[in-house]
């Protein structure tokens, strides 16, 4: 079970989302065709295989303009769906369900892509100790959706953010002289609950690293011969991180190489959006 994500949380953006679709005047297409008394029954359905997410998101669209409608979740987020399957049926004012049905779709079908493309690569490397985790390239604005979707996928979330974990990249060691610089001044500044994570390009670099005492080591853009001999150095002094050349057709020869963690910025900045509609009864 996937702990759900507070509404609280996600109102803000689910109406931000609505407004920007209402605008100035509503739905003028519902206020001329349907009255304003008229019930519409109607379900979700996805046209093709994958992984739901974000049913809270659809949920709070429709209640925020009914707040009297009835949404019954016929699935649970992280459940894979086949194409043709209903996820949702709703029952609710036909002028708030038909204005709120592109925020609910838009919401929903983005994050269920996400979910869906990161169990694809959760099951390309099964069978090895490497987790697929996502990244900071996420929709400005939907970070705390989409992240949520990794998890729905069978991911796991690298940092949210620039504050909750240190993590050295080439240019802050570039502008202070040195992997062992960087890191060493990191582990002076952090907090006893304070990741630090250091990049490095090449062997050389890891040494250096690993010398200085760093929580996880990036190896960006290795080769799987140096990833492998990146894993047999570091004999579990720190967790390897692979980044770099991950795609569906990699993964799972990066993975059996044994490090520990696979960052696929892919996850949130290229997935497909998981064709779901909204039908009439």
Do not use: W
Not at 90 to 106: C, D, F, G, I, K
């Amino acid at each position: 079970m996937i702990a759900p994500l507070p509404d609280l949380l996600i109102a803000p953006t689910v109406r931000a989302a609505l407004a920007e679709d209402l605008g100035r005047a509503g739905d003028v297409t519902a206020q001329a065709c349907i009255d304003a008394d008229a019930v519409l029954k109607a379900s979700f359905g996805v046209r093709k295989p994958g992984v739901i997410a974000g049913l809270a998101c659809a949920r709070l669209a429709i209640l925020e303009l009914d707040p009297d409608a009835a949404f019954v979740a016929l699935v649970a987020d992280g459940e894979a769906v086949s194409a043709g399957q209903p996820v949702v049926q709703v029952t609710a004012n036909a002028r708030a369900l038909l204005s709120a049905e592109r925020t609910a779709l838009n919401l929903l079908g983005r994050l269920s892509g996400v979910a869906t493309l990161t169990r694809a690569y959760v099951d390309a490397v099964a069978g090895t100790k490497a987790k697929i985790v996502d990244t900071r390239k996420t929709t400005p604005g939907l970070r705390h959706l989409e992240k949520y979707a990794v998890r729905c996928g069978g991911g796991v979330n690298h940092r949210f953010g620039l504050d909750d974990a240190i993590l050295i990249k080439d240019n802050h060691i570039a502008a202070c002289g040195g992997v062992g610089e960087a890191v060493r001044r990191a582990r002076a500044a952090a907090g006893h609950l304070m990741k630090v994570e250091v990049e490095v390009d090449g062997l050389d670099q890891l040494e250096e690293a690993l010398a200085h005492g760093p929580d996880v080591v990036m190896l960006d853009n290795f080769s799987l011969a140096d990833l492998r001999t990146a894993v047999a150095r570091a004999g579990g002094r720190a967790a390897l991180e692979a980044s770099g050349g991950v795609n569906l057709e990699t993964v799972a020869a990066i993975a059996a190489t044994g490090v520990d963690v696979i960052s696929v910025g892919a996850l949130t900045h290229s997935a497909n959006v998981l064709d779901i509609g909204l039908d009439a009864a």
